[in-house]
């Protein structure tokens, strides 16, 4: 069993930063991939980017590549996302999630555990 908590987000200036963390507890999260998804009000929820159980590997979706940065850190047994170059249509809530897998997913139905999610506002 894993639970997640997502903290960080808040209201920033198109153009500007925010660090999103997911803490993770329980032991098997060292075994799971983990992933950043975000869901706009009346839209379905949305990929964002996929960390594998290593944190070596990283996928992200086309729109946030290059802004948008994930790492894990294992002594904290948390999944960061640093967040660049924000802009307005990046406003939403961003949810951290589990896999009970190693390797990379950007499929929502792959991902068993989810956090409470965290509210991203991009000012225009």
């Known amino acids: 069993q894993v639970q997640l908590l997502e903290s960080g987000g808040g209201l920033v200036q198109a153009g500007g930063s925010l660090r999103l963390s997911c803490a993770a507890s329980?032991?098997?999260?060292?075994?799971?991939?983990m992933g950043w998804f975000r869901q706009a009000p009346g839209k379905e929820r949305e990929f964002v980017v996929a960390?594998?159980?290593?944190?070596?590997?990283?996928y992200y979706e086309s729109s946030v590549k290059g802004r948008f940065t994930a790492s894990r850190d294992y002594a904290k047994n948390t999944v960061d996302l640093q967040m660049n170059s924000l802009k307005p249509e990046d406003t939403t809530v961003y949810y951290c999630?589990?896999?009970?897998?190693?390797?990379?997913?950007?499929?929502?139905?792959?991902?068993?555990?989810w956090g409470q999610g965290t509210q991203v506002t991009v000012s225009s």
């Open positions: 999630a589990a896999r009970t897998s190693p390797t990379l997913s950007d499929r929502i139905s792959d991902y068993v555990y």
């Open positions: 329980g032991r098997s999260f060292i075994m799971y991939a």
């Open positions: 960390v594998s159980r290593t944190g070596g590997g990283t």
